[in-house]
């Protein structure tokens, strides 16, 4: 898969942002960029705007848990063009001492559930989100139930309820 | 309850306690309230229709408020954020009350053994009957009914006396 000509999206991604896009693939049809979470709003607003590109419809957000490797998190965006018809996905690896990637949110405004779903689920902490909390979990939960080192039998006290 | 009937069908008399009396009123007017999470409010909905007919067993007004209900029936799956509405719920009822938990995830959690989801809602309020299944079949929920009118009948104690359980 590496000798192939990245496609549209991809090259014009290594084309701006360089270095900062880590890596990428195209497997199974699927584009993919690794970047640096540095510059994850520029590179958003990028997509978003470039007349060739015109990621308009942000479809998906979330975390993963690569537990053992470095750095541990990543969060993935998953987009899509209404206009041209065509998906990237982009990923950003967030270490675990320090899990904080800018928020999206001013470039696309449904990103804040998905940012807080990710926060909940895997504590990663969105800078400069407007409402960062929980949103499926009870607020008095501890802990981030999809990190992969949160014991499976642990059962929190019901909150509200006396036993 | 003795009831002397005249041969001639004159009108006679009856004689019982005013408990018996109270318990074969009360038993033909169980009113359900309906706590419905999962799949199995669908088959609650199936008992309720004209097919299985709960009206037969005198359980048929459903209220929506449980104010006015006299059982508690927990239709699926109850997580921990769910369970302290589910016991202000309870805890609105009005005295004698009486509580069904319905299908696996009601009674132990079914499959859902995770962080999220309460193993059974017995951990937190008393359960008068067990319907086992996922999701239980229509005539489970009226073998329930018929087993709280036995109950309601005979005077036999309910889980709310023996609650808390201490272990």
């Known amino acids: 898969m590496t000798d192939k000509q990245p496609s549209v999206v991809l090259a014009k991604l290594i084309e701006r942002f360089g270095d900062d896009i880590v890596a990428t693939h195209s497997d199974f049809g699927d584009d993919t960029a690794r970047v640096n979470r540095e510059r994850i709003v520029e590179i958003c607003t990028f997509l978003r705007d470039d007349p060739d590109l015109l990621f308009d419809f942000a479809m998906d957000l979330t975390g993963v848990d690569y537990l053992g490797e470095e750095p541990r998190f990543e969060v993935v965006y998953h987009l899509y063009s209404l206009e041209k018809k065509h998906r990237v996905r982009i990923k950003a690896r967030v270490p675990e001492e320090d899990p904080v990637i800018d928020s999206v949110i001013p470039v696309w405004v449904g990103m804040d559930w998905f940012e807080r779903e990710a926060y909940d689920m895997y504590g990663i902490l969105f800078r400069d989100h407007p409402n960062l909390k929980r949103i499926l979990m009870y607020e008095a939960f501890e802990g981030h139930p999809l990190r992969k080192d949160y014991p499976k039998a642990r059962r929190q006290p019901t909150v509200g309820v006396e036993e | ?167």
């Open chain 2, 1 to 167: 309850m003795a009831v002397n009937h005249a041969k001639d069908g004159a009108p006679g008399f009856l004689t019982t306690r005013f408990e018996a009396l109270l318990a074969w009123g009360r038993k033909y007017s169980i009113w359900p309230f309906t706590f419905a999470t999962a799949c199995c409010g669908i088959e609650v909905m199936g008992a309720f229709g004209t097919h299985y007919d709960i009206a037969r067993f005198g359980a048929e007004v459903i209220r929506f408020s449980p104010r006015q209900a006299d059982m508690l029936l927990v239709a699926g799956t109850v997580n921990y954020k769910m369970a302290p509405v589910l016991v202000r719920i309870y805890e609105q009822m009005l005295e004698p009350k009486w509580v069904v938990a319905m299908g696996a995830c009601a009674s132990s959690g079914g499959f859902y053994n995770n962080y999220s989801v309460a193993q059974g809602i017995d951990k937190f309020m008393p359960v008068d009957i067990y319907i086992p299944g996922c999701p239980p079949i229509p005539e489970q929920i009226i073998d329930s009914i018929v087993l709280i009118q036995k109950m309601i009948d005979s005077g036999g104690s309910r889980a709310r006396d023996r609650w808390p359980i201490k272990i």
